[in-house]
């Protein structure tokens, strides 16, 4: 079956701009994270999503960063006025049910310019 | 929060060699992922391991929870095996939160 998709794959935007990262994840699949990648790094963690409520936002850096799944399967992650700090590889991952094993997609980078 | 440390940083190996990659974490946790992230940026699942040994292929990984580590072991290693393999564990209080250690950079050379 089809993997976690996400888009754009590449994003760049100018500084102060709003911009919007679509994830889709795997059918049936009820957790959905966001993580974020900078060079060099592992992947950090942002946000939790069980259904379509976020069950822990604790890894957000601040509130330009916020994210919503309306339905319950795609997901949205929003940042508004953006920084060149917020340059990374945002990646989206889900799995079938909470604390079990996760499956990333391929990630948007963001480069904000 | 829970710490990962992963060893070496970076390693080199000719076509064929076999290596073992070491991920130490610093709280008891109850799920581990290996993953291979591969040139392009895709982070490729390679266990789900939250103790005792798993094998793919080439490949298989021993988790050691009540000592807090894991081993991933390549054999007959190949270049498409390159990339940055990362172990990431959830801490118990938050079971789907992972955090990833730095990685282990691997280049296998022809």
């Known amino acids: 079956g089809a993997g976690v998709s996400q888009t754009p794959s590449n994003k760049v935007t100018e500084k102060g701009k709003y911009v919007e990262l679509r994830c889709d994840p795997i059918?049936?699949?009820?957790?959905l994270y966001w993580y974020r990648q900078s060079l060099g790094q592992g992947p950090e963690f942002l946000i939790y999503f069980q259904g379509t409520g976020a069950a822990d936002d604790s890894g957000l850096p601040n509130d330009r960063f916020f994210a919503v799944r309306p339905e319950g399967s795609v997901s949205t992650l929003k940042i508004q006025r953006t920084e060149r700090g917020d340059s990374a590889v945002y990646l989206c991952a889900s799995s079938q049910d909470r604390g079990v094993e996760q499956y990333f997609g391929p990630g948007t980078r963001l480069t904000v310019t | 929060g829970i710490q990962v440390e992963q060893s070496p940083p970076d390693l080199i190996l000719q076509e064929g060699a076999n290596s073992t990659l070491r991920c130490n974490f610093s709280d008891s946790v109850n799920n581990l992922q290996w993953f291979h992230q591969n040139p392009w940026g895709q982070l490729i699942n390679l266990f789900y391991?939250?103790?005792g040994t798993k094998q793919n292929g080439r490949l298989s990984a021993t988790t050691v929870a009540t000592e807090r580590y894991s081993l991933l072991y390549i054999s007959s290693s190949q270049t498409t095996d390159s990339g940055v393999y990362f172990c990431?564990?959830?801490?118990?209080?938050?079971?789907?939160?992972?955090?990833f250690g730095k990685g282990t950079l691997l280049t296998v050379n022809p």
């Open positions: 391991i939250p103790s």
């Open positions: 990431a564990v959830p801490p118990i209080g938050s079971n789907y939160k992972l955090t």
């Open positions: 059918s049936g699949h009820t957790a």
